[in-house]
């Protein structure tokens, strides 16, 4: 069968192959706190504002991954996104994130395939998956084995207390 999505060589636009879409309020407020939490730049010949000032379209690049943003329109519901994010310092991006507004739903905790999973809850509602690698770091004993079941208890716990 033969490939259905495009591969990077192929793409003619900015993107990847698979580009999340979200749509917040005050999207220069979320354009600001991405860019200062996470390193991001935004795409500036990207950036398309209605004549009332809203952005109907924006960009942000973070490492090789695009995320396309909108303000909400009129009558339109919002629609934050959940996001996974490698990067090099969960606790470095937690430290940047908190004092913006973020909410720290899982601390740092080790994962599988050495990796230390954090996930950060933004002031619009997106919930960032934030991995980073830690080679050589052990794999956690499974909670259903007597291990540590903060990596699923502080999602269920997020997810049943905001109604979804």
Do not use: K
């Not at 809203?54 to 339109?76: M, S, T």
């Not at 629609?79 to 991006?93: C, F, K, N, T, Y």
């Not at 999973?117 to 690698?133: F, K, T």
């Amino acid at each position: 069968m033969a490939e259905i999505t495009l591969s990077g060589d192929r793409i003619t636009g900015r993107g990847t192959s698979l580009n999340p879409f979200v749509l917040l309020d005050d999207a220069h407020g979320f354009i600001g706190f991405a860019t200062a939490v996470f390193g991001a730049h935004e795409v500036e010949q990207a950036r398309t504002a209605t004549p009332g000032g809203l952005l109907i379209h924006a960009e942000l690049r973070l490492g090789d991954a695009l995320l396309l943003l909108a303000d909400r329109q009129p009558g339109w519901p919002p629609r934050p996104g959940l996001l996974q994010l490698w990067i090099d310092d969960a606790s470095e991006v937690i430290t940047r994130a908190e004092p913006h507004g973020a909410t720290v739903v899982t601390p740092p905790t080790p994962f599988y395939g050495s990796l230390t999973l954090a996930r950060l809850l933004d002031p619009w509602g997106n919930l960032w998956w934030l991995y980073e690698p830690v080679p050589g770091q052990p794999d956690p004993r499974p909670a259903w084995e007597g291990g540590d079941d903060t990596v699923f208890r502080t999602l269920d716990e997020h997810l049943r207390a905001s109604g979804g």
